[in-house]
């Protein structure tokens, strides 16, 4: 567990025995935890290995719960952190100054999926996975997809617009999303767009709150857009003879309008750690890189005749034979390779993730920047992730390095690292979020103007700072 | 030309000689207009009868200018209006206390089309048809298609979000929009997103400027996505014998999966106004109302397939027998039965156009709310729109009406018409904005507390209040 800051640093005040109590009559006793040993499970998320304990945990089940802890963490000026499942990598949801922390685990509801208007009402507290699951089973589909589907929950999807392999077609969790509704920081109610498909009335405030990191309100539930499942699906993994030619396939599949859903690569470091875990397939032994394609659409023969169009592509560019399936088994298998490398990255080292993104031409300039920037260090890059986005994942790997070299190197090839990737015409971060591992970056990426304009909306939203301190920004 | 609201009561000054003069010096005299003639051209735009004259209106040629006059209106306190073409309908770009009309005409660079990003540069001076002329003849696609299209501007389009037919599968403009540059009321410059195609870095001021009707910053410049041009389209007439079997089909459409680029609905009053200008096709004659959709795709043989299942849907729902073209003389006669509606409504009478919206499976109820709107003060509604998004535009007569019995029966039918809107669960404007013209009505769409919010945000991007004053909110 890491020492928090004072939560008199953000003009706040530590939680007393006396709030437990109030917060006990607001929600009962069940619902406010403060031992020590159950609020364990409310320090982390899965950045890092960073933990800090918050003063106590709520887990409100109505809206009106909800407002009801804001009201008094505003009136006393108690910190309060939203909290979903906890799967986030920017530390979103830790509680660096203590407080309160808010998880929406039991606002779980699905309110409605209605096929007449394409739409969705979930709660904050549903899990992504049961969603898609309930929504597939009426053959409609909601097609965001992070690696943590199956326990992420729609709230933390909102907070920090997660995004996954399909977002190179379909965009990330905010191109989905029609409306919210929230709780704001001083308890009152906010309902911001809705069923309705076009809206021009007023700020767009859903489109400000998706990506807002818990620091502006709290997202209760959201009005989700859905469309027909596609009928048919069809993966190819595409093996390259040069990392370079992998990454530089990836633009023209889109110029050529082979419109991949999801356009995935990995590089052989990648490969080699799932190696250890199960034997991948033959074909790709010698590859020094390979993209994993789907291809979705209502017409398996359609899907067959771009699958060529696709191959002819990849061997113009050098590419090996691509190995292809269009039954769900032979799929699955496929993409195995590429979903089980974030595991298998974790089996192999402590390490730290990149989360850079660059305009799609700048691809092969970024994965040589990676590798620079770490070999200036001595660390070992690994890079893999959404290519097709222009967003790789680059781990810098620990190894045997001792923890304070470590943490010296580390900081130093991200710095440089992510220098490139502004320098590129790139972000910081494509779908992690700031939250509290990249505040230091954000003026690498901002304007000390642009930085002040930031705050002055928190401002708007929670003049007294109480939302999710010491995130997003510097200092 | 109306009466102008006092500066003064937003606090701001009059524009005074001096300032006119400092103008001059900062942009040259011939970027400043002066002579009340000459004004004449940035009084209105094409909201109704409305216009206001500017004291003064600048043509920068750069950004800096643009910030040049944006300090000096800061200081003096001066009102700023921004304006792109004056297509708009909410009278956005309105100067209704005189003071400085900003136009970005000559900001009309195409900084880059780039294939290999698939991204547009466009300054916000730039007409919207020519961008897609550009960007279509490298095979690009850039989706977007207000009714205004060939002299509308992507600084307007931006500032009101603005859609057409082909939202309803490719959504509004705001969709399309990767990063804005522009020029906060300080004079200062904001950049936010860029080429990427994800970014969490921060608040995505990027979604809150678009649609924020020029009153939170000046949009110099945005950086638009783009797709491979879909390689064929297919247009089909779906006559229908009543409104509301016309309007009950839209549903059917999105959840059968035919994924219609476009889904417009036309009613027989409409068709009858078209007929006054040229003959409608024979088998129009009958039918109660109409559906005129778009497919596209890379196949034309798909296209044809999809349009016979479309067609068997509309027997089913009683519709008669289709007119479907896929070359593109056969599908341009077809559309132009939808594209003259504006102009025949126009040649009819005065009229008010209320941009309604509601959720797709409410558009029956919407019909019905329209008409009885209407008839409880004797006047005719006209219905037609962008029914694929829920999205009608009710159109009310004044015919033969003295213009204060017009006034008077067309703001009861219009306040009764958006009450029943909001109680469907519609927003009261779709595509059109606030404005000036809509902004006694957000308190029908926004509590009281949700106006506040709004309010400050504007504050935080505009503290002293120079940008388009006294739009979007009431008072």
């Given at each position: 567990?890491?020492?928090?800051?004072?939560?008199?640093?953000?003009?706040?005040?530590?939680?007393?025995?006396?709030?437990?109590?109030?917060?006990?009559?607001?929600?009962?006793?069940?619902?406010?935890?403060?031992?020590?040993?159950?609020?364990?499970?409310?320090?982390?998320?899965?950045?890092?290995?960073?933990?800090?304990?918050?003063?106590?945990?709520?887990?409100?089940?109505?809206?009106?719960?909800?407002?009801?802890?804001?009201?008094?963490?505003?009136?006393?000026?108690?910190?309060?952190?939203?909290?979903?499942?906890?799967?986030?990598?920017?530390?979103?949801?830790?509680?660096?100054?203590?407080?309160?922390?808010?998880?929406?685990?039991?606002?779980?509801?699905?309110?409605?999926?209605?096929?007449?208007?394409?739409?969705?009402?979930?709660?904050?507290?549903?899990?992504?996975?049961?969603?898609?699951?309930?929504?597939?089973?009426?053959?409609?589909?909601?097609?965001?997809?992070?690696?943590?589907?199956?326990?992420?929950?729609?709230?933390?999807?909102?907070?920090?617009?997660?995004?996954?392999?399909?977002?190179?077609?379909?965009?990330?969790?905010?191109?989905?999303?029609?409306?919210?509704?929230?709780?704001?920081?001083?308890?009152?109610?906010?309902?911001?767009?809705?069923?309705?498909?076009?809206?021009?009335?007023?700020?767009?405030?859903?489109?400000?709150?998706?990506?807002?990191?818990?620091?502006?309100?709290?997202?209760?539930?959201?009005?989700?857009?859905?469309?027909?499942?596609?009928?048919?699906?069809?993966?190819?993994?595409?093996?390259?003879?040069?990392?370079?030619?992998?990454?530089?396939?990836?633009?023209?599949?889109?110029?050529?309008?082979?419109?991949?859903?999801?356009?995935?690569?990995?590089?052989?470091?990648?490969?080699?750690?799932?190696?250890?875990?199960?034997?991948?397939?033959?074909?790709?032994?010698?590859?020094?890189?390979?993209?994993?394609?789907?291809?979705?659409?209502?017409?398996?023969?359609?899907?067959?005749?771009?699958?060529?169009?696709?191959?002819?592509?990849?061997?113009?560019?050098?590419?090996?034979?691509?190995?292809?399936?269009?039954?769900?088994?032979?799929?699955?298998?496929?993409?195995?390779?590429?979903?089980?490398?974030?595991?298998?990255?974790?089996?192999l080292s402590v390490y730290?993730?990149?989360?850079?993104?660059?305009?799609?031409?700048?691809?092969?300039?970024?994965?040589?920047?990676?590798?620079?920037?770490?070999?200036?260090?001595?660390l070992t890059?690994?890079?893999?992730?959404?290519?097709?986005?222009?967003?790789?994942?680059?781990?810098?790997l620990q190894g045997e390095l001792?923890?304070?070299?470590w943490?010296?190197?580390?900081?130093?090839?991200?710095?440089?690292?992510?220098?490139?990737?502004?320098?590129?015409?790139?972000?910081?971060?494509?779908?992690?979020?700031?939250?509290?591992?990249?505040?230091?970056?954000?003026?690498?990426?901002?304007?000390?103007?642009?930085?002040?304009?930031?705050?002055?909306?928190?401002?708007?939203?929670?003049?007294?700072?109480?939302?999710?301190?010491?995130?997003?920004?510097?200092?």
């Amino acid at each position: 567990v890491s020492e928090r800051v004072p939560p008199e640093r953000f003009g706040l005040r530590p939680v007393a025995a006396r709030h437990v109590r109030e917060l006990e009559s607001l929600l009962g006793p069940a619902a406010v935890i403060s031992e020590p040993d159950r609020l364990e499970a409310f320090a982390g998320d899965e950045t890092e290995k960073l933990r800090f304990l918050p003063d106590v945990a709520v887990l409100p089940a109505s809206v009106e719960e909800v407002a009801a802890v804001l009201r008094l963490a505003a009136r006393e000026l108690l910190p309060v952190v939203p909290r979903a499942a906890g799967t986030g990598l920017s530390g979103g949801a830790l509680p660096v100054c203590g407080g309160i922390v808010l998880a929406v685990d039991r606002l779980d509801r699905v309110r409605a999926i209605d096929e007449r208007d394409l739409v969705a009402e979930a709660e904050a507290g549903v899990v992504l996975a049961d969603l898609q699951q309930a929504v597939e089973a009426r053959g409609l589909f909601y097609p965001p997809d992070p690696a943590s589907r199956e326990t992420c929950r729609i709230g933390g999807n909102l907070a920090e617009d997660s995004a996954g392999p399909r977002s190179c077609k379909y965009g990330s969790t905010r191109r989905w999303v029609l409306g919210v509704e929230a709780v704001l920081a001083d308890g009152s109610r906010l309902v911001a767009g809705g069923r309705s498909r076009k809206d021009a009335t007023g700020y767009n405030l859903t489109q400000l709150l998706v990506g807002s990191e818990g620091t502006l309100a709290v997202i209760v539930a959201a009005t989700l857009r859905l469309i027909a499942k596609p009928k048919a699906t069809l993966t190819a993994v595409l093996p390259f003879p040069t990392l370079a030619a992998a990454a530089g396939a990836v633009e023209r599949l889109f110029v050529e309008g082979l419109d991949p859903a999801a356009c995935e690569l990995a590089e052989r470091a990648a490969l080699d750690a799932v190696a250890r875990l199960e034997p991948l397939p033959p074909a790709l032994a010698a590859s020094a890189a390979l993209l994993v394609v789907e291809l979705d659409g209502d017409d398996g023969e359609e899907l067959l005749a771009r699958a060529e169009r696709l191959d002819a592509l990849a061997r113009s560019l050098g590419g090996g034979e691509a190995l292809v399936a269009d039954d769900a088994a032979g799929q699955r298998r496929l993409w195995q390779v590429r979903r089980r490398i974030g595991e298998a990255v974790k089996s192999l080292s402590v390490y730290k993730e990149a989360d850079t993104v660059v305009p799609r031409s700048r691809l092969v300039e970024l994965i040589e920047a990676a590798r620079a920037a770490a070999a200036r260090q001595g660390l070992t890059a690994l890079l893999y992730g959404h290519a097709g986005d222009g967003n790789l994942h680059v781990n810098l790997l620990q190894g045997e390095l001792a923890d304070s070299e470590w943490e010296r190197r580390r900081d130093a090839a991200e710095e440089e690292l992510f220098r490139a990737v502004v320098a590129l015409g790139g972000r910081i971060t494509g779908e992690h979020g700031i939250g509290w591992t990249q505040r230091h970056l954000l003026p690498m990426a901002l304007s000390e103007r642009e930085i002040a304009l930031q705050r002055e909306i928190k401002r708007a939203f929670d003049p007294k700072g109480i939302l999710n301190p010491g995130k997003i920004f510097p200092g």
